[in-house]
């Protein structure tokens, strides 16, 4: 399963943006992996996962602006179509064969 969380967050303060980049970095340390700007995902082997992982989200998600998770299934994640660009180099190395099961 994948965890897309998608967010638009205020910058116009330099404490807006250090909220900001605070958050990014969570995201990142917690495993996601940028997708486009402001849209990260993360793998996960299951709901139980995705649930431990959305219960420290949402600790986690600023006060102000807007943040938004979905999951889809690896199936719905892979018929996902790039219209313009492609896919980050970083994205093409992972996969859902990339899971590291503890």
Do not use: H, W
Not at 52 to 80: C, W
């Amino acid at each position: 399963m994948r965890m897309v969380v998608m967010f638009d967050l205020p910058v116009e303060t330099r404490e807006q943006r250090k909220i900001a980049t605070k958050f990014r970095k969570y995201l990142l340390d917690e495993g996601y992996v940028m997708m486009q700007f402001s849209v990260y995902y993360r793998i996960c082997n299951g709901k139980d996962m995705v649930n431990k992982y959305l219960l420290r989200l949402e600790d986690n998600v600023p006060e102000k602006g807007s943040v938004r998770l979905i999951t889809l299934t690896e199936k719905q994640f892979s018929e996902m179509k790039v219209l313009v660009g492609g896919v980050s180099p970083i994205e093409d190395k992972l996969d859902s064969s990339s899971l590291t099961v503890f």
